[in-house]
Every structure is written in structure tokens, then in C-alpha cells.
């Protein structure tokens, strides 16, 4: 059964039985549905379903692989910086979204294999997008739930998320090497492609990238000029559609409304064990066993995190370990231990989000990419792969952590 349906039958059931108030389902702050987070997704999916009306990801895809004159280390490098640079911003769904795509396009032309290009795209993505609160679901979850703003995640999560990056680009000369593969007489049609062609209106790009600025100035100012994320983005979403003069239906259509329903339910679901009093009961178990030991409650939200959001999507993970992290913070002696378990739990969740092909819902699109392309990706093929990337950049997050509020 779709996950949309088993999320929109449970939160039903739950209001139907009265374990969350049908009031509090469309009100209440920690029992119903978070609007802030889904106005926020929904604020930037019109952002981002505008500006793909413009071409840029496939004009940054040939231009790599222009640049990159055909060498399969420096192909993959280029296209990894592309997602890891853009999914900050777009979050990591719908960046790998728009460049995944280019990708089998040209690994055809170069006359190489596209999975491992496919991969390394959608783990530089999940990398990438833990340095911001827009940049990946579960970050959204826990801002809104902890009273985070993007510039805390700016100042906490980019400076790890940017060395990882590094770490990652060496690993996956390491991981790839071996499936790496050259053809000089193959190049020629590369360089013969005019990127410059896929850009479909240049004086429409102009207007969106100042219109995204215009939206991440905000993010970066919300806690100064007082006003909600969530409000920025449609905002920010209004503005696009209005300098753009795109028809509706051309962006709507790059809503994903089944994540935004899935998300409400979810919140439903998450609602009736608040109410039920089953989160709370477990983090008062969670509190005593941390007792006054909160390094060790970070690593084990942070490893607990990667191992559980590996082996299951973690956004409903997030969603449901939120409120019990929220009352482990709030025994903590100071806020800068409080704060270090949310990042804990953050680092955790999103990279575990790498682990396997459905621990993150942009993997299970590069599969549905890769498949449509004709060069389908196994399960254990992804998670091979997935699972060192999730290993490494974990313990070099709990080194992070270690150092900077424990150390």
C-alpha cells in the first residue's frame, strides 16, 4: 500500500476514535498538522517548478561534462558540486530531481555506464542539504519543532556539512574508481553539444535567481524581521510566479502534492501518540536513561539516528522521534546542550537518510530515473554504496559534535 494512503487512513482512524481532537488536527501546534512545514515545502516547490521552466540544470549538466572533457573522475566530481551546491537551497529532492535527469543523457553520449554518476549525485545531494533548514526534509521538521532558524543551521550543520563534502569526493574515488571508464573517441560528442540551447529563457533565469535571493536573504533575516519561514516562502513563491508570467498549470504540476498530503497525515499520526500519551512515556524513559550523561544521549541519537533512518524513509522517522528529543532537551542544563542534541539527531537523520536506496526519498527518485533511463539501479547495488558513504560521514559527525559541545 502507497504511503500516502497508510498515512491519510491512520490520521483518519486517529480523529475518527478521538485520540486527536478534531480541532487539534488543523490547530494545535503539537498534536495536529505543522503548517509551517508544509507551507514552507509547498513555497518552494513552486519556486523550484518555476525555475525549471528556464533550462539551467541541463545547461549545467552539459556544462560539466564539457568541462570535464569526458574524465569520469572529474564528470563525477562536477556533477556531485552541482547537486551538493544547489541542494541547500532547493532541498535534495527536487535538486537531483532536475539534474539526475541530464545525466543518463550525456554517460550515453561518453558511451559509460550512468549508475555510478546516478549514485554519487544523490549522496552529494543528501550531504549537501543537511547545511540548511530548507535543504532536506527532516531539518524542516526539527527547525519548526525546536524553534531552530536557518541561520542556526547555517552556523551548526554547513561548516561539517562542507568538510564531509570533502571527505565525500575522496571516497568516492575510492568507491567508483573501478567503474570508472574513458573513451576518447566518444568525447567529441560531447563537446559538440550547445548548453547554451537548453537554456530556454535567459531573462526569465535572471529573474528567478534574483527572486531566490531575494527568498534566502529572507530565510537568513526571518528571526530579525520577525516573520515565519513558511510565510517567506510563499511569498517568495508569489513574487517567482509574478515576475515570471508562467502559466499555473506549468509549475503546479511540480508540486508534489502526495508529499504534502503524506505530511499532513503523518503529523496526525505523530498528533495521536502525543495526545495518547506514548511519547511522552517514552521520553520520560529516554530522560532517565540519559540521566546527566548527554554526550552519550547525543551519540546515541546520532548513531541510533543513521541506523534506524537508514533502514526506514526518515521522514516519518524524524517526524515521530521529534517530540521525544523535545523532551530530553528540555532536562538539559543549558541551551548549548540542548541545541547539541538536536544537531545530534539531525546529522544523524540525514545521513542516514544515505544508507540505503529508501532511506531518502530523493534515492528512490534517482532509482526511478535510472530505471525510465533504461539502466535500472538494484536496491544492494544503491546501498553498497550507501551504506559506507552513511558510515563515514557518521562517525566523522560524532567527531563534530564531540569537539565543538562536548570537547
Known sequence: ????????FAAGLMALLGLVPGHDVFFSEHAGIDWNVIFLLLGMMIIVGVIKQTGVFEFLGI?????????PYRLLVMLMLITAVASPFLD???????VAPVTPSVCKRLGIASAPYLIAEVLASNIGGAAT????????????????TFNDFLVHMAPIVAVLFVVFVLLAWVMFRK?????????????ALDERASLKDVRLLVRCLVVLAVVVAGFA??????VEPSI????????????ARVETARYLEEVEWETLVFFMGLFVMVGGLVETGVIHRIGGWATGWVGDDYFAAASALLFGSAVLGAFFDNIPYVATMAPIVEDIVATSPAPRTGQALWWA??????????????????????LGIAARAGEPISFWQFTRYGIITTIVTTVVAWAYVWLRYFG
Not at 556544462?63 to 574524465?71: H, I, L, V
Not at 533575516?221 to 520577525?226: F, G, N, Q, R, S
Open 1 to 8: 500500500m502507497h504511503r500516502v494512503a497508510v498515512a491519510l
Open 63 to 71: 556544462w560539466a561534462a564539457k568541462r570535464s572533457r569526458g574524465r
Open 92 to 98: 535534495n529532492v527536487t535538486t537531483v530531481m532536475l
Open 133 to 148: 533548514l530548507i535543504g532536506d526534509p527532516p531539518n524542516i521538521i526539527i527547525g519548526s519543532r525546536a524553534g531552530l
Open 179 to 191: 567503474r570508472f571508464e574513458y573513451h576518447p573517441e566518444r568525447v567529441a560528442e560531447v563537446m
Open 221 to 226: 533575516l526571518h528571526a530579525v524581521i520577525h
Open 232 to 243: 517567506i516562502a510563499l511569498l517568495g513563491a508569489g513574487l517567482m510566479v509574478l515576475v
Open 345 to 366: 539527531f539531525a546529522l544523524g537523520a540525514d545521513f542516514g537518510g544515505n544508507g540505503t536506496a529508501v532511506a531518502a526519498s530523493a534515492n528512490v527518485v534517482v
